[in-house]
């Protein structure tokens, strides 16, 4: 039911961003230790944002990054205010983000897979 209620939560806000990007999508992936899910949504024009759906046994990990697609890189800021830069391989996203995690600003790497 949290995965539910926090998917919906985070649909909403994301939901201005729908617009047929390069990388929307649907994405599980490893993050730091823990693995996960993220949705990403973009605008033709490279606009895009992601956001954390469900890591499981990791409550502090959350929240969402806004920015842009160049070429094959989607970088930008995350709502905590730490950096985010991934590279785009296929339907794969490789990189790393600082995010705020137990109240410490940590840089952890990412590795997702697109699942939809």
Same mark, same amino acid.
């Given at each position: 039911?949290k995965?539910?209620?926090?998917?919906?939560?985070?649909?909403?806000?994301?939901?201005?961003?729908a617009?047929?990007?390069?990388?929307?999508?649907?994405?599980?992936?490893?993050?730091g230790?823990?693995t *996960?899910?993220?949705?990403v949504?973009?605008?033709?024009?490279?606009?895009?944002?992601? *956001?954390?759906?469900?890591?499981?046994?990791?409550?502090?990990l959350?929240?969402?990054?806004?920015?842009?697609?160049?070429?094959?890189?989607?970088? *930008?800021?995350?709502?905590?205010? *730490?950096?985010?830069?991934?590279?785009?391989?296929?339907?794969?996203?490789v990189?790393?983000?600082?995010?705020?995690?137990?109240?410490?600003?940590t840089?952890?790497?990412?590795s997702?897979?697109?699942?939809?």
């Amino acid at each position: 039911m949290k995965r539910l209620l926090l998917s919906a939560a985070l649909a909403a806000p994301l939901a201005c961003f729908a617009g047929g990007g390069v990388i929307d999508g649907a994405y599980q992936c490893v993050v730091g230790p823990k693995t *996960g899910a993220i949705a990403v949504v973009g605008y033709p024009d490279g606009r895009a944002a992601f *956001g954390v759906v469900a890591l499981e046994d990791y409550q502090d990990l959350n929240g969402y990054g806004l920015g842009q697609v160049v070429g094959s890189t989607f970088s *930008g800021t995350t709502n905590s205010g *730490g950096s985010f830069n991934m590279t785009i391989s296929g339907t794969n996203l490789v990189g790393t983000a600082q995010l705020r995690v137990g109240g410490q600003m940590t840089t952890v790497s990412a590795s997702c897979s697109k699942i939809y």
